[in-house]
Protein backbone atom coordinates (compact mmCIF):
# COMPACT_ATOMS: atom_id res chain seq x y z
CA UNK A 1 0.00 0.00 0.00
CA UNK A 2 1.05 3.59 -0.52
CA UNK A 3 -0.80 5.79 2.32
CA UNK A 4 -0.06 9.06 4.17
CA UNK A 5 2.66 10.43 1.72
CA UNK A 6 2.90 13.92 1.35
CA UNK A 7 4.64 15.16 -1.52
CA UNK A 8 5.27 19.27 -1.73
CA UNK A 9 6.87 20.82 -5.09
CA UNK A 10 7.60 24.85 -4.93
CA UNK A 11 9.22 27.10 -7.41
CA UNK A 12 10.72 24.04 -9.19
CA UNK A 13 9.75 22.47 -12.61
CA UNK A 14 9.53 18.80 -12.89
CA UNK A 15 10.01 16.83 -16.13
CA UNK A 16 8.25 13.53 -15.09
CA UNK A 17 5.13 12.01 -13.12
CA UNK A 18 4.24 13.49 -9.55
CA UNK A 19 2.72 10.87 -7.48
CA UNK A 20 1.55 11.69 -3.96
CA UNK A 21 1.05 7.52 -3.74
CA UNK A 22 2.05 4.69 -6.00
CA UNK A 23 0.99 1.20 -6.27
CA UNK A 24 1.98 -0.62 -9.27
CA UNK A 25 -0.17 -3.18 -8.50
CA UNK A 26 -2.52 -4.33 -6.25
CA UNK A 27 -3.18 -2.45 -3.12
CA UNK A 28 -4.52 0.93 -1.66
CA UNK A 29 -3.74 4.23 -2.09
CA UNK A 30 -5.25 6.67 0.83
CA UNK A 31 -4.70 10.00 2.43
CA UNK A 32 -2.06 11.02 0.02
CA UNK A 33 -1.49 14.99 -0.52
CA UNK A 34 0.52 16.46 -3.50
CA UNK A 35 1.39 20.69 -3.18
CA UNK A 36 2.52 21.77 -6.11
CA UNK A 37 3.05 26.18 -5.96
CA UNK A 38 4.84 28.19 -8.81
CA UNK A 39 5.75 25.32 -10.84
CA UNK A 40 6.00 23.37 -13.63
CA UNK A 41 4.79 19.70 -14.45
CA UNK A 42 5.48 17.93 -17.50
CA UNK A 43 6.09 19.54 -20.99
CA UNK A 44 4.34 20.24 -23.77
CA UNK A 45 6.01 18.03 -26.46
CA UNK A 46 3.39 14.94 -27.38
CA UNK A 47 6.33 12.66 -26.77
CA UNK A 48 5.03 12.93 -22.59
CA UNK A 49 1.73 11.78 -23.32
CA UNK A 50 2.15 9.48 -19.74
CA UNK A 51 3.19 11.88 -17.67
CA UNK A 52 0.34 13.08 -14.96
CA UNK A 53 -0.29 14.38 -11.73
CA UNK A 54 -1.67 11.41 -9.28
CA UNK A 55 -3.02 11.88 -5.58
CA UNK A 56 -2.83 8.11 -5.55
CA UNK A 57 -2.50 5.60 -8.04
CA UNK A 58 -3.04 1.83 -8.20
CA UNK A 59 -3.64 -1.22 -11.11
CA UNK A 60 -5.84 -2.68 -8.35
CA UNK A 61 -7.43 -1.57 -5.80
CA UNK A 62 -8.60 1.66 -4.38
CA UNK A 63 -7.87 5.35 -4.05
CA UNK A 64 -9.18 6.98 -1.26
CA UNK A 65 -9.01 10.55 0.37
CA UNK A 66 -6.55 11.88 -1.95
CA UNK A 67 -5.70 15.77 -2.18
CA UNK A 68 -4.18 17.85 -5.05
CA UNK A 69 -3.78 21.15 -4.89
CA UNK A 70 -1.98 22.76 -7.46
CA UNK A 71 -1.39 27.19 -7.30
CA UNK A 72 0.23 30.11 -9.99
CA UNK A 73 1.84 26.75 -11.48
CA UNK A 74 1.71 25.13 -15.19
CA UNK A 75 0.74 21.46 -15.59
CA UNK A 76 1.00 20.12 -19.15
CA UNK A 77 -0.93 16.84 -18.76
CA UNK A 78 -3.94 15.01 -16.71
CA UNK A 79 -4.44 15.96 -13.35
CA UNK A 80 -6.00 13.23 -11.17
CA UNK A 81 -6.89 13.25 -7.28
CA UNK A 82 -7.22 9.06 -7.68
CA UNK A 83 -6.99 6.87 -10.56
CA UNK A 84 -7.60 3.19 -10.57
CA UNK A 85 -6.12 1.56 -13.90
CA UNK A 86 -8.26 -1.47 -13.58
CA UNK A 87 -10.67 -2.54 -10.72
CA UNK A 88 -11.72 -1.14 -7.85
CA UNK A 89 -12.69 2.54 -6.11
CA UNK A 90 -11.88 5.91 -6.67
CA UNK A 91 -13.48 7.42 -3.75
CA UNK A 92 -13.44 10.67 -1.31
CA UNK A 93 -10.61 12.60 -3.34
CA UNK A 94 -10.22 16.46 -3.65
CA UNK A 95 -8.34 18.02 -6.44
CA UNK A 96 -8.03 22.17 -6.31
CA UNK A 97 -6.61 23.88 -8.93
CA UNK A 98 -6.08 28.20 -8.25
CA UNK A 99 -4.26 30.51 -11.01
CA UNK A 100 -2.88 27.70 -12.53
CA UNK A 101 -2.83 26.16 -16.35
CA UNK A 102 -3.13 22.56 -16.80
CA UNK A 103 -4.90 19.67 -19.07
CA UNK A 104 -7.77 17.90 -17.87
CA UNK A 105 -8.62 17.45 -14.61
CA UNK A 106 -10.25 14.49 -13.10
CA UNK A 107 -11.50 13.60 -9.03
CA UNK A 108 -11.84 10.18 -9.48
CA UNK A 109 -11.44 7.69 -11.84
CA UNK A 110 -11.42 3.86 -11.90
CA UNK A 111 -11.38 1.33 -14.77
CA UNK A 112 -14.29 -0.87 -13.39
CA UNK A 113 -15.72 -0.08 -10.09
CA UNK A 114 -17.27 3.23 -8.38
CA UNK A 115 -16.07 6.69 -8.44
CA UNK A 116 -18.10 8.44 -5.78
CA UNK A 117 -17.81 11.87 -4.01
CA UNK A 118 -14.90 13.13 -5.53
CA UNK A 119 -14.52 16.93 -5.61
CA UNK A 120 -13.43 19.31 -8.05
CA UNK A 121 -12.61 22.73 -7.49
CA UNK A 122 -10.91 24.93 -10.22
CA UNK A 123 -10.79 28.77 -9.76
CA UNK A 124 -9.05 31.31 -11.85
CA UNK A 125 -7.47 28.89 -14.15
CA UNK A 126 -7.37 27.62 -17.65
CA UNK A 127 -7.63 23.73 -17.73
CA UNK A 128 -8.71 21.26 -20.49
CA UNK A 129 -11.90 19.25 -19.94
CA UNK A 130 -12.88 18.79 -15.90
CA UNK A 131 -14.45 15.39 -14.69
CA UNK A 132 -15.61 14.94 -11.08
CA UNK A 133 -15.65 11.08 -11.09
CA UNK A 134 -15.26 8.78 -13.75
CA UNK A 135 -15.41 5.20 -14.66
CA UNK A 136 -15.14 3.16 -17.78
CA UNK A 137 -17.26 0.70 -16.59
CA UNK A 138 -19.58 1.50 -13.15
CA UNK A 139 -20.83 4.34 -11.41
CA UNK A 140 -20.11 7.77 -11.03
CA UNK A 141 -22.10 8.85 -8.57
CA UNK A 142 -22.67 12.11 -5.18
CA UNK A 143 -19.47 13.76 -7.32
CA UNK A 144 -19.21 17.39 -7.19
CA UNK A 145 -17.37 19.97 -9.59
CA UNK A 146 -16.86 23.89 -8.96
CA UNK A 147 -15.54 26.55 -11.43
CA UNK A 148 -15.19 30.25 -10.86
CA UNK A 149 -13.65 32.48 -13.06
CA UNK A 150 -12.00 29.77 -15.59
CA UNK A 151 -11.82 28.62 -19.07
CA UNK A 152 -12.03 25.22 -19.04
CA UNK A 153 -12.85 22.78 -22.51
CA UNK A 154 -15.57 20.99 -21.20
CA UNK A 155 -17.20 19.51 -18.03
CA UNK A 156 -18.48 16.42 -16.34
CA UNK A 157 -19.69 15.96 -12.70
CA UNK A 158 -20.07 12.25 -13.27
CA UNK A 159 -18.71 10.37 -16.45
CA UNK A 160 -19.21 6.47 -17.44
CA UNK A 161 -18.33 5.21 -20.32
CA UNK A 162 -19.28 1.28 -20.36
CA UNK A 163 -17.38 -1.18 -22.17
CA UNK A 164 -19.41 -3.98 -21.65
CA UNK A 165 -22.78 -5.62 -21.11
CA UNK A 166 -23.21 -4.02 -17.59
CA UNK A 167 -24.98 -1.49 -15.89
CA UNK A 168 -23.31 2.25 -15.68
CA UNK A 169 -24.73 4.67 -13.24
CA UNK A 170 -24.45 8.64 -13.15
CA UNK A 171 -26.06 9.57 -10.16
CA UNK A 172 -26.49 12.69 -7.80
CA UNK A 173 -23.17 14.34 -9.17
CA UNK A 174 -23.25 18.25 -9.33
CA UNK A 175 -21.74 21.19 -11.53
CA UNK A 176 -21.50 24.89 -10.02
CA UNK A 177 -20.36 27.17 -13.05
CA UNK A 178 -19.50 30.83 -12.28
CA UNK A 179 -18.40 33.75 -14.14
CA UNK A 180 -16.45 31.08 -16.49
CA UNK A 181 -16.29 30.16 -20.14
CA UNK A 182 -16.84 26.25 -21.14
CA UNK A 183 -15.72 25.75 -25.20
CA UNK A 184 -18.00 22.90 -25.27
CA UNK A 185 -20.44 20.95 -23.57
CA UNK A 186 -21.81 20.71 -19.63
CA UNK A 187 -22.98 17.59 -18.52
CA UNK A 188 -24.11 17.18 -14.53
CA UNK A 189 -23.88 13.67 -15.22
CA UNK A 190 -22.69 11.32 -18.39
CA UNK A 191 -23.35 7.59 -19.93
CA UNK A 192 -22.26 6.29 -23.05
CA UNK A 193 -23.58 2.47 -23.47
CA UNK A 194 -21.75 1.04 -26.08
CA UNK A 195 -23.13 -2.34 -26.69
CA UNK A 196 -26.75 -3.33 -27.34
CA UNK A 197 -26.67 -5.14 -23.62
CA UNK A 198 -25.45 -2.45 -21.82
CA UNK A 199 -28.17 -0.19 -19.70
CA UNK A 200 -27.07 3.16 -18.46
CA UNK A 201 -28.91 5.93 -15.88
CA UNK A 202 -28.29 9.37 -15.24
CA UNK A 203 -30.35 10.79 -12.75
CA UNK A 204 -30.92 13.30 -9.77
CA UNK A 205 -28.14 15.47 -11.38
CA UNK A 206 -27.50 18.82 -11.63
CA UNK A 207 -25.65 21.68 -13.33
CA UNK A 208 -25.91 25.39 -11.79
CA UNK A 209 -24.58 28.45 -14.47
CA UNK A 210 -24.11 31.80 -13.56
CA UNK A 211 -22.64 34.61 -15.36
CA UNK A 212 -21.03 32.41 -17.64
CA UNK A 213 -21.01 31.45 -21.30
CA UNK A 214 -21.23 27.49 -22.61
CA UNK A 215 -20.39 26.93 -26.39
CA UNK A 216 -22.18 24.13 -26.57
CA UNK A 217 -24.86 22.53 -24.79
CA UNK A 218 -26.06 21.76 -21.23
CA UNK A 219 -27.62 18.61 -20.14
CA UNK A 220 -28.66 17.77 -16.35
CA UNK A 221 -28.42 13.99 -17.18
CA UNK A 222 -27.24 12.12 -20.59
CA UNK A 223 -27.35 8.50 -21.57
CA UNK A 224 -26.00 7.82 -25.17
CA UNK A 225 -27.31 4.26 -25.89
CA UNK A 226 -30.11 2.36 -23.73
CA UNK A 227 -30.76 3.77 -20.64
CA UNK A 228 -32.94 6.70 -18.66
CA UNK A 229 -32.38 10.47 -17.58
CA UNK A 230 -34.84 11.23 -15.21
CA UNK A 231 -34.82 14.07 -11.91
CA UNK A 232 -32.08 15.59 -13.17
CA UNK A 233 -31.93 19.38 -12.45
CA UNK A 234 -30.30 22.44 -14.77
CA UNK A 235 -30.25 25.87 -13.59
CA UNK A 236 -29.07 28.86 -16.04
CA UNK A 237 -29.21 32.59 -14.18
CA UNK A 238 -26.96 36.03 -14.11
CA UNK A 239 -27.34 36.72 -17.81
CA UNK A 240 -25.27 33.35 -18.92
CA UNK A 241 -25.17 32.84 -22.45
CA UNK A 242 -25.68 28.95 -23.58
CA UNK A 243 -25.23 28.45 -27.35
CA UNK A 244 -26.20 25.54 -27.87
CA UNK A 245 -29.87 23.89 -26.00
CA UNK A 246 -30.37 22.87 -22.61
CA UNK A 247 -31.59 19.56 -22.00
CA UNK A 248 -32.39 18.39 -18.46
CA UNK A 249 -32.44 15.18 -19.81
CA UNK A 250 -31.41 13.56 -22.53
CA UNK A 251 -31.37 9.39 -23.78
CA UNK A 252 -33.03 6.90 -25.87
CA UNK A 253 -35.27 6.10 -22.84
CA UNK A 254 -37.29 7.76 -20.59
CA UNK A 255 -35.89 11.77 -20.79
CA UNK A 256 -39.16 13.10 -19.61
CA UNK A 257 -39.78 12.26 -15.93
CA UNK A 258 -38.81 14.29 -13.46
CA UNK A 259 -36.37 16.59 -15.65
CA UNK A 260 -36.32 20.54 -14.29
CA UNK A 261 -35.29 23.80 -16.17
CA UNK A 262 -34.82 26.77 -14.37
Same mark, same amino acid.
Given at each position: ????????????????? !???? =??? %?? *???????? %??????????????? @?????????? $????????????? +?? #????? =???? #??????????????????????? *?? $???????????????? +?????????????????????????????????? @????????????????? $?????? !????? =????????? %?? +?????????????????????? *???? *?????????????????????? !?????????????????
Amino acid at each position: NADSNEVKITNSSVAGT !VNGG =YVI %DT *GSATQNIV %DIASSTIGSSESNTT @NISVYGGYVK $YGDVISNNVTIKD +ST #VNKQV =YGGN #VDETGNANQNKVTIASSTTSDVI *GG $YVGTGSATQNIVTIAS +STTGAVNGGGATTGSANLNEVYIDNSIVSKVFGG @NVNTSDENLADALENKV $YITSST !VNENV =YGGYVWTVF %DG +STGSATKNEVHITSSTVTGSVY *GGYV *GGNGNATDNTVEISGGSEVKGS !VYGGDATGDARTGNKLI
